[in-house]
Nanobody, 115 residues
Framework: VQLQASGGGLAQPGGSLRLSCLAS????????MGWYRQAPGKQRELVAA??????TNYVVSVKGLFTISRANDNMVVLQMNSLKPEDTAVYYC???????????WGQGTLVTVSS
C-alpha cells in the first residue's frame, strides 16, 4: 500500500486547511486510515482516524474542530477548522491492516498556523 498525501500549508489562527490522503495498491486490506502529527520537540500523536466500519476517533484537542471523512475505502480527508498555533506540526497520513504488523505511512506535510 502506498499513501500520497496532499494539502497543508500556512493558515492564520482561526483559519482552515484540508489534508487529503490517497491510498493505492492493496487497499482492500486497509482498516483504519487517518492522520498523525508531530510538532517540534514533541512526540507523534494520533489526530484523527477513520475505521472501515465507519467509526471515527479524534484526539481531544481537535474534537469539534477537525473532521475526518473517508471515501471509497482508499481516500481520507481531514478538514481542519478553527486552527490554532498549537496545531502547527508535520502531519502524516497512515493506514493499517489487520493482516500487516506495521502501519503504512505517507510523506509528511507541514501545517503552519501563524499570523
Amino acid at each position: 500500500v502506498q499513501l500520497q498525501a496532499s494539502g497543508g500549508g500556512l493558515a492564520q489562527p482561526g483559519g482552515s486547511l484540508r489534508l487529503s490522503c490517497l491510498a493505492s495498491g492493496m487497499t482492500s486490506a486497509i482498516n483504519a486510515m487517518g492522520w498523525y502529527r508531530q510538532a517540534p520537540g514533541k512526540q507523534r500523536e494520533l489526530v484523527a482516524a477513520s475505521l472501515r466500519n465507519g467509526l471515527t476517533n479524534y484526539v481531544v484537542s481537535v474534537k469539534g474542530l477537525f473532521t475526518i471523512s473517508r471515501a471509497n475505502d482508499n481516500m481520507v480527508v481531514l478538514q481542519m477548522n478553527s486552527l490554532k498555533p498549537e496545531d502547527t506540526a508535520v502531519y502524516y497520513c497512515y493506514a493499517d491492516s489487520p493482516t500487516e504488523p506495521e502501519a503504512y505511512w505517507g510523506q509528511g506535510t507541514l501545517v503552519t498556523v501563524s499570523s
